[in-house]
DNA sequence: CCTGCCGCCTGCGCGC
DNA sequence: TGCGCGCAGGCGGCAG
């Protein structure tokens, strides 16, 4: 889905009903879906058979869930995943890509997506951190992620901030949504490139992403439509809070200029241009 | 190395 | 109605 507070709502959705639990059974309806795990849908099922979940985790927009072999099941949910817990017996989805059967008989856990574009894996050793997404940075609320260390990173770059924000090697779990909404917040505009922005700007800018993001949280992440929910299916309510973001023409919130819509990296970028004046040199 | 572009998918809403 | 287009919360791979 999905950025860090979504994928939050769903790894406690997951450390809720699925922890503890041990799996019976896995199958696969996509290839596409696995197409991360070397072992082919066989080898990923195979790893699966028997086992424990442990523990649900995350870092940025990875979930996953360390398992009793020291495997752990490693999901990314791309653009339209979602992984939810529905009783076994329950109609099967149109998208449906792959489901896990529990030994106790209980709700099953199954991956939907539309699009594909997420995967799910089996990662060797992957109980403490997986291997495969060490290229991944801290995301903002991690007690590691370190501010100075990511001011520094951003004073190299030779970019604009908002593709910086979503560098995922750089901080991880933001996306488009929540790009727009700090660089609102903080009256930035989305192209000022990285190197000339201050070190205050950029704490201001971190600061400004853990809020937009607890806010997110608090009610459960954003939801547009039905492609977002938690586990249970349920939506966020966090749409309504949204201040730039989907809202080209609207009045921004503070001065009540039409919020501007610019294409960026094949998709939008949301601004108000009197509270985030375009820089002089601007870079994306 | 670094930066930025393209492709991967399905579905929806819009204008013609 | 139908069709083509643009758009959608992401990221990996690759060219320059």
Known sequence: MPELPEVEVIRRGLERFVCGRTIASASVHHPRTVRRHLGGADGFVGALAGRRFEAARRRGKYLWLPLDSGDALLAHL??????????????????????????????QLRFVDQRTFGNLMVDPRGATL????????????????????FYRALHRRRTGIKRAL???????????????????RTRLHWARPTETLTRNEVFVILAAVREVMAAALAVGGTSFDSLYVNVNGESGYFERSLDVYGR???PCRRCGTPIRRDPFMN??????????????????
């Not at 149109?94 to 059967?101: D, E, F, Q, S, Y």
């Not at 997986?130 to 590691?144: K, Q, R, Y």
């Not at 750089?170 to 996306?175: A, I, R």
């Not at 998709?267 to 994306?284: G, I, V």
């Open 248 to 250: 080209a023409g609207q």
């Open 166 to 184: 979503l560098d995922q090697s750089l901080v991880s779990g933001v996306g488009n949504i929540y790009a727009d909404e700090a660089l609102w």
């Open 78 to 107: 791309g653009m339209s995943g979602q992984l939810v817990v529905v009783p076994q017996d329950s109609a099967a989805e149109k998208h449906l890509r792959a489901r896990v059967t529990f030994a106790d008989g209980g709700p």
């Open 130 to 149: 997986p291997a495969l997404i060490a290229h991944i940075a801290p995301d903002p609320l991690e007690p590691c992620f370190d501010d100075e260390v």
């Open 267 to 284: 998709r939008s970028a949301y601004s108000c241009l009197r509270c985030q004046p375009r820089p002089r040199r601007a870079r994306w």
